[in-house]
């Protein structure tokens, strides 16, 4: 009987070491396959990137190159015209367009970022953004003591940019504010926080939740670019929060 119950025991413990085994190796698999999408997953982002900034220069070129000389052949050709006044309309309307364009481009395709430029380019975009020269709104870059870009690279730095550059723009078209903020905070050892503030009109707590649970396509007119946010901060390795009320202006954080 002593026999035959040390026999079930030692069924029972083999049984139980194989599937133990089993399982080990079904999580190990797991794991390299979750590894391997997680893998693919960056290098469709980090190639999606690239991809829109190559895009981006192609479309800057296509208008430097070819609208804004179209542009400025109409302006001289309006100088021959016998009607003054009219000349005077066409011209004044396209040196208007003109500077538009002019800041599409510089929209599209900015100097290259690097470390020691990143905070006045940023400064310069805002001012652009927000025409702060005629238009009285207040922008501001602040960069606190001890922020070290050293560690980026400069494809990193362009993505910081396009980040702040995206969250600019839809302050510009959707807030309704007077003054915004970009600040960049020191979190200690290789970490690094950007705060972007508005006193604008706010946002819905309901749509804030969507925003940050990134419910993108729940979004009508506004995915497009809030993904590109959440998108390259992931890449970077950064997570993106909202924080807002109706009325309140709107507050965003990407730490890393």
């Given at each position: ?7 079930y025991?030692?069924?029972?413990i ?98 290259a ?20 020269a ?33 969250v600019?723009q839809n ?16 979190c200690?050892?290789d ?66």
């Amino acid at each position: 009987m002593r026999q035959q119950f040390f026999s079930y025991y030692m069924w029972f413990i083999a049984t139980l070491l194989i599937a133990m085994t089993v399982l080990i190796l079904l999580n190990i698999r797991e794991s390299k396959r979750k590894d391997k999408i997680i893998a693919n997953s960056e290098m469709f982002l980090r190639h999606s990137m690239l991809v829109q900034e190559s895009e981006r220069k192609r479309i800057s070129l296509d208008l430097h190159d070819s609208v804004l000389q179209g542009m400025r052949c109409v302006s001289r050709l309006a100088e021959n015209l016998s009607d003054k006044k009219a000349a005077r309309e066409i011209i004044d309307t396209q040196t208007e367009n003109i500077e538009s364009i002019r800041k599409l481009c510089y929209n599209l395709t900015p100097p290259a970022i690097n470390k020691g430029n990143l905070i006045p380019s940023l400064t310069f975009l805002g001012q652009k953004i927000f025409d702060t020269a005629n238009s009285g709104f207040q922008f501001r870059v602040v960069c606190e003591q001890g922020v070290d870009f050293d560690r980026w690279e400069e494809d990193a730095l362009l993505n910081l940019y396009r980040i702040v550059q995206e969250v600019l723009q839809n302050i510009q078209k959707h807030a309704e504010a007077e003054e915004a903020t970009v600040f960049f905070k020191d979190c200690g050892p290789d970490s690094l926080k950007i705060i972007i503030t508005d006193d604008g009109r706010g946002m819905d707590p309901e749509l804030v939740a969507r925003i940050n649970d990134s419910s993108f396509e729940q979004l009508e007119g506004l995915h497009f670019g809030l993904r590109n946010i959440f998108e390259r901060a992931k890449l970077l390795g950064g997570k993106v929060t909202y924080f807002s009320e109706d009325g309140c202006g709107t507050r965003l954080t990407v730490e890393f």
